[in-house]
């Protein structure tokens, strides 16, 4: 892997490119301004919403496209332009609902809308939030009836329970056989529900389209099980040394933790040539 072979990095953010303190390391951005330097597009995915992206964002120079609701869509962080948005339909939503409620009772649902910027909660949702979760304020999360929170397409639906483990939800929603969407989960205490067919992987290969790039020239990180598909598509996948077991198992390489600047070792590497 040689700096003048790969023309785009794509990077997870919580548990690939942050720090356990949730921040930017001096390396880290070092390394990503001296890509940025050597012509390499330097691209955010992740799970989060603009409104938790734009500190970050901040922090890392990144000022071009970014994926945002692990793929569901595509925002240019200078212009505003989207480039596109893939939304689960109200009535795949309805139905996921009511199958999984009958076999996980006092699930808590929420919809993310409105080009990630919506935010609706079913009562009681904003009290087992907390900031770090959504990088939103609990208490603007409002809080609705669940039909509310179905009745309009999402570009991520989120599910949590109050007691049960979110794996046991996640296993149960796969199990119920249904399609129509994709679920997944990336470190956080909830379930992620996208559209069918949409992954950071998909997002990702529409940036790459619109910008000219192959697949072949993208190095990519990631840490959870939202990434895994990512690193699969791209040219070089790099799990970091906290990735969980089935995501490093499918990387390319593992590198050293967020914690111990893994993202920047390997760019540093890779632009050494």
Known sequence: MTASGIRLIATD?????????????????????????????????????????????????????????????????????????????AEVQRQLAEALRAVVPDLLFASVRDAGEGFVAQDGYAALAKLADHKRDPATMGAVTLDDVLAAPSLKLVIRHPTRPIEEVFDA?????????????????????????????????QVCERLGIDRSEVLAFGDALNDLEMLEWAGHGVAVANAIDEVRDAADEVTASNDDDGVAIVIERMLRG
């Open 13 to 89: 953010l919580d548990g690939t490119l942050l720090g356990s303190d949730g921040r930017v390391s001096a390396r880290t951005r070092r390394a990503l301004d001296a890509a940025r330097d050597a012509g390499i597009a330097t691209i955010p995915v992740t799970a989060r919403q603009p409104i938790g992206l734009r500190p970050i964002a901040e922090e890392a120079g990144f000022d071009g496209w970014a994926l945002c609701g692990n793929g569901a869509y595509g925002v240019h962080l200078t212009t505003g332009e989207h480039l596109f948005a893939q939304e689960i339909p």
């Open 173 to 205: 929603l796969r199990s119920l056989g249904l399609t129509g969407f994709e679920t997944t989960m990336s470190g956080a205490p909830f379930v992620e529900v996208m559209a069918q067919g949409v992954s950071k992987a998909t997002g990702l290969a």
